[in-house]
């Protein structure tokens, strides 16, 4: 059984935390983040520590050690921010910003064009890099996710859209 919950949530200088009518707000130097906390969880606010309590209600634990990981995600968030790198393999793969666009050149007959979504802020330190930046962990890894869906790493030459830090398992090609 994790006990996720049972560890207090550190809140560095800098951050603001209210709760009003069942909603957390947590706001920093880079931002304001809101989350809806379940019924059945109980938050305490220290002046520097964040302590969650479960109460008696079926499945309890696990909505506090969610609700604790979530707010987690959100102090860091606001003071720090969340990065995800990642690279274009493959000859001619490209990826501009144009205004609130991402451009990508990934070896289809039209470029892609991709809506940078609010809150969200994509740098390209070269044509074959990306850096997805924000505050919320949830909207990063899901516009990422969504930029490798164009073309994900195929396994023979390894080509394609991945993480940095992605291994893409190669298979041998046929013999003849």
């Known amino acids: 059984m994790s006990r996720v919950a049972n560890a207090p949530v550190v809140v560095p200088s800098g951050v603001e935390i209210k709760i009003n009518d069942n909603v957390l707000f947590v706001k920093g130097t880079l931002g304001e983040l809101s989350f809806n906390l379940h019924h059945a969880v ?6 520097s520590f964040i302590r969650i309590k479960a109460s008696k209600v079926k499945n309890a634990t696990a909505f506090a050690g969610t ?7 959100m102090v860091k968030g606001v003071s720090e921010g969340f990065v995800k790198k990642m690279q274009l393999v493959g000859v001619g793969y490209r990826a501009q910003i144009k205004a609130d666009h991402l451009s990508l050149s990934l070896g ?12 969200i802020i994509i740098d390209a330190p070269s044509q074959t890099e990306l850096l997805v930046k924000g505050i919320d962990k949830q909207k990063v890894g899901q516009v990422t996710s969504e930029i490798r869906a164009f073309r994900p790493p195929e396994p023979y030459k390894g080509k394609g859209v991945r993480l940095a830090d992605e291994f893409v398992q190669r298979k041998e090609a046929k013999k003849k």
């Open 42 to 47: 109980e938050v305490e606010i220290d002046s």
């Open 108 to 119: 289809y007959s039209n470029p892609i064009e991709y809506l940078v979504p609010n809150g």
């Open 67 to 73: 609700t604790r990981a979530q707010i987690q995600n």
